[in-house]
């Protein structure tokens, strides 16, 4: 007979079945086993002492930033430290206040250049909106106007950033319009 495409069918010869998968002894398939497992083993053992070691490596790499940070401002401001030590041991009844004024304000401004280089700002600027993210109310005062409501009215202590980072918020009284 033929089927439709008239290819020959072959109707006495059984299809021959697919020779039998080759069966692993059961001991060697234990001893195989166990060796993989050992392997794995081995491999995740590597790789948590590795992983352990990174976390130690990376933590000692964090102090150490951390230390030179702080060894670079104090260098910075060491000038500074040096000029506030000879004040400290000037004798104020032989020193013209006029003089030791000056002293002190150029102190300042050698603090404020050194700070101003890694990025710090004062937060003291009165007449602004009150912004509570980098303001801290302590307390209100009547506005004279309408337009000078929710307004810095008085600074009562400064407050200071480093790049977008508020160290402190600025103490501040605001300003708040009441009407008659």
């Known amino acids: 007979m033929t089927e439709k495409n008239d290819q020959p069918v072959n109707e ?4 021959a079945a697919p020779p039998p998968l080759p069966v692993e ?3 060697q398939a234990v001893v195989r086993l166990e060796a993989e ?3 794995l083993k081995d491999r995740y053992l590597r790789v948590a002492a590795e992983y352990e070691n990174y976390r130690k490596r990376t933590s ?3 102090a150490d ?3 030179r940070a702080q060894a670079e401002l104090v260098t910075r ?3 500074a430290l040096d000029d506030l030590s000879r004040f400290a041991h000037v004798d104020p009844a032989t020193t013209d206040p006029k003089t030791f004024h000056e002293g002190v304000d150029l102190v300042e401004r050698k603090v404020w250049k050194e700070l101003g280089a890694i990025g710090v ?6 007449g602004v909106a009150f912004d509570p993210n980098i303001h801290e109310a302590v307390t209100t005062q009547p506005a004279p106007s309408a337009e000078e409501d929710h307004k810095v009215g008085q600074v009562l202590q400064a407050g200071y950033k480093i790049g977008e980072t508020l160290l ?3 103490r501040v009284i605001v300003l708040t319009w009441q009407e008659a």
């Open 65 to 67: 930033a951390w230390v």
């Open 37 to 39: 497992r050992d392997q």
């Open 121 to 126: 700002t004062r937060i003291d600027a009165t």
């Open 60 to 62: 000692k790499e964090r």
């Open 77 to 79: 401001l060491a000038d």
């Open 25 to 27: 002894p059961p001991d």
């Open 168 to 170: 402190r918020p600025a």
């Open 12 to 15: 006495e010869a059984p299809e």
